[in-house]
């Protein structure tokens, strides 16, 4: 039976650690090392007596999780990383170079990170999700253990996690907070008073120790009684000293975010390098129940004709999706009701989580999910997920595999104006690397996207419709990522329409229109605006020798960029018009905006006839 490391020793790595993370930054010539240094201690307890972590098998779904929430913390994680013999020394000094796993801040090209940090704030919110899935998903007792940062406790989104962390009663999640009180630029907002600390978190619920972050039996006693705690999630506060141990940076000021002056020097006063090895506790449990393998979905299907909101049918298929598959987990901002997930709630309240208003939180869970293995789906309006952008921009960096879904878009919502309307959000995830973005026009093209987007990787993006539209395609159509269907075509054509969602039901209005004036257009259903089909499009304006866009959306980045980026590789490129929601909308009907807006049939009869004269 392995036996903990003894205190001593355990003092003697805390050194060790703090000489590796100063040597790191020293070769770097970059770098975090006091940051570092005020943790190690904190970090040496936890490697050596309370991780239960198998760094060979670092996909074991029992393993314990560490987050670096201060992820410029990370000499000292790869530190930790060497220490495990999970790292050589040779690697080490590779920190941030180019071509090395060990950059800057940590990301999971390392296969013991599960989530990119380095963007403060976002590695306590990640824990819950990930403590959440534990505890509901997983039923595995492996604990959630969170390094913050002094400095991020001013950041909302650890108040989204600590509200949401004890609304959960998560005790397996324990935050380690390293009260260290110097910033980037000098003192924190609280420097030294961990007090201040302990009131809020306990007034949000959690169980709170105040120690000294550098005295390993306090530190260790914390742990232990983190361990025991039931019913609510535990933060130790620990003060620390930055630059701890080496007089030349020990709590002063100026040395934020750059190497030792002289790094020689500081590991001969730290001790001298050493050589400890340490093997963490093996996982607590050696099962972890996962989903079965998933049977083929039955997917509702439509009747042509029919008038349906493409965000029911969104709700509908999600639901359908989670009968067959056991993966399949949905998340909420408290509109369910309106995003139709509440659907999936329904048949399968177990996978279904209520993150309440806090659109941070829900984005950051879904990640720390899918981290554990699951397949989330997260809706909100389209115009919230704003609120969440940096969660979602650091979702890519950590190579998450994510589905978000944002309803109310655009002005074809209505009366309710434009602080609910997503007019942004093609843009916002068209500029995410290695996003998919999809917008579908009817219910059935919806279901089908639903269903490919559980199997696509990276960050996917639904956006859906409030009010209901016209059933155009059969329950059996296909709609690949990155492809279009083109709705009207002929040798004939004069001009292309290309639109998506709403605005594919009033360009074929327009085309109707135009052919009955004897101008034959194309329209084209170019629902996956990221990848986008360029193919037909290039093939359209050679045909039709001119375009016509449309998009409910501001004209930045949006659907018409995405048509206009096709020709953008030096090829004749078309006559091009583009219709865009460009005046701040207010109140009216859903008819009244798009045509106040210029995006409705009329007006893309004008444009087309125009650019086709």
Known sequence: ???????????????????????????????????????????????????????????????????????????????????????????????????????????????????????????????????????????????????????????????????????????????????????????????????????????????????????????????????????????????????????????????????????????????????????????????????????????????????????????????????????VVALDGEVSDSTRSEFFAKEHPERFFECYIAEQQMVAAAVGMQARGWVPFASTFAAFLTRAYDFVRMAAVSRANVNLVGSHAGVAIGPDGPSQMGLEDLAAFRAVHGSTVLYPCDANQTARLVEAMADAEGVRYLRTTRGATPVIYRPDERFPIGGSKVLRSSADDRVTIVAAGVTVHEALAAADRLAADGVPARVIDLYSVKPVDAVTLREAAERTGCLVTVEDHWPEGGLGDAVAEAFADGGPVPRLTRLAVRNMPASATPEEQLRVAGIDADAIAVAARDLAA
């Open 1 to 327: 039976m392995r036996e903990d490391m003894d205190l001593e020793r355990v003092r003697e790595l805390g050194r060790q650690l703090r000489v590796d993370a100063v040597r790191a930054a020293d070769a770097a010539g970059s770098g975090h090392p006091t940051s570092s240094m005020s943790a190690a201690d904190l970090m040496a307890v936890l490697l050596a007596r309370h991780l239960h972590y198998d760094f060979n098998a670092p996909s074991n779904p029992c393993n314990d999780q560490l987050i670096f929430s201060k992820g410029h913390a990370s000499p000292l994680l790869y530190a930790m990383f060497v220490a495990a013999d999970a790292l050589s020394d040779e690697e080490l000094l590779s920190f941030r170079r180019l071509g090395s796993k060990l950059e800057g801040h940590p990301t999971p090209r390392l296969p013991w990170v599960k989530a990119a940090t380095g963007s403060l704030g976002q590695g306590l919110p990640y824990g819950v999700g990930m403590a959440l899935a534990s505890k509901r998903l997983d039923r595995v007792p492996y604990r959630v253990w969170v390094l913050c940062g002094d400095s991020e406790m001013a950041e909302g989104a650890m108040w989204e996690a600590a509200e949401h962390a004890s609304h959960e009663r998560l005790d397996n999640l324990t935050a380690v907070i390293d009260v260290n009180r110097l910033g980037q630029r000098g003192p924190t907002r609280h420097e030294w008073d961990t007090g201040a600390y302990a009131r809020r978190l306990e007034a949000f619920g959690w169980h709170t120790v105040e120690i000294d972050g550098h005295d390993v039996d306090a530190i260790d006693a914390a742990y232990r009684e983190a361990e025991r705690t039931t019913g609510r999630p535990t933060a130790v506060i620990a003060r620390t000293r930055k630059g701890k141990g080496v007089a030349a940076v020990e709590d002063r000021e100026g040395h934020h975010g750059k190497p030792l002056p002289d790094a020689e020097e500081a590991v001969i006063e730290l001790g001298g390098r050493s050589h400890i090895r340490v093997e963490p506790r093996h996982p607590r449990s050696e099962r972890c129940a996962r989903p079965l393998d998933h049977a083929p979905v039955e997917l509702p299907r439509f009747d042509v004709g029919d008038e349906v909101a493409t965000r029911n049918a969104f709700g509908q298929a999600l639901s359908a999706l989670g009968t067959v598959r056991g993966d």
